[in-house]
């Protein structure tokens, strides 16, 4: 079965300085990883997803992540952090497709200060 | 594309009571999921289907818990019997079908259980 660490479970960083939130997920094949960003008493918002392809993944607010198959991570990156960015971020894996059932990891709360 | 709607956002019961959750996708999305998220914890699967047909289960979904989805468009989750360890929030996504088709998550329904 799949499974996914974060082990950050609070990170702080100030306003302006870059990010990189961590994401270790195992599964046999190759995963289909996402990232999600969920404020408090929201729903998940979709920042990024990795299938297949380019290891480097763009995604909404100026966030990217990494697909390193060799170190089964995939990091989140953000190289200027914004005070509106501060939530809990969570990485997902899929087994067989993205329409399939996800596992999360326990989330990493991002504080920013200002 | 409104979005996946969840219904009710917040839900306060007695111990032993019934609750019903309703979650409608966003339109023509096939598959429907339930997750559920307790505090500090990243959400946990709980049941999809496609279209009307449940497809998985998972064994978090004790024998007080039914899901149903019976026209492939809306869906409902209710809890029998309330227990103090059903507090949680409980989310809905819906997708596409397809390998390359990510889940899209409702602002959930927070339980609580007096």
């Known amino acids: ?114 | 594309d409104t979005g996946v709607s969840q219904d009710p956002r917040h839900k306060i019961t007695k111990r032993g009571q019934n609750v019903t959750f309703r979650c409608d996708p966003i339109s023509e999305h096939n598959r429907l999921y339930w997750y559920r998220q307790t505090l500090g914890q990243g959400p946990e699967f709980l049941t999809y289907f496609q279209n009307e047909a449940q497809l998985e289960k998972s064994r978090l979904l004790s024998d007080r818990f039914s899901a149903e989805r019976p026209k492939g468009s809306f869906s409902t989750l209710e809890i029998q019997r309330t227990e103090q360890g059903d507090s949680a929030m409980y989310l809905c996504a819906s997708s596409l079908l397809g390998p390359n088709q990510p889940q899209h998550f409702g602002d959930g329904t927070r339980l609580s259980i007096l």
């Open chain 1, 1 to 114: 079965a799949q499974s996914v660490t974060q082990p950050d479970i609070h990170i702080t960083v100030s306003e302006g300085a870059s990010l990189e939130l961590r994401c270790n997920y195992s599964y046999g094949a190759t995963p289909y990883l996402f990232w999600y960003v969920q404020s408090p008493g929201q729903g998940l918002q979709l920042l990024l997803k990795y299938f297949s392809g380019d290891t480097l993944v763009q995604g909404i607010k100026g966030f990217e992540a990494e697909f390193k198959r060799s170190q089964s991570s995939f990091n989140l990156r953000k190289p200027s952090v914004h005070w509106s960015d501060a939530a809990e971020y969570f990485c997902a894996v899929a087994a067989g497709g993205g329409g399939n059932k996800l596992t999360f990891g326990t989330g990493t709360q991002l504080k920013v200060e200002l």
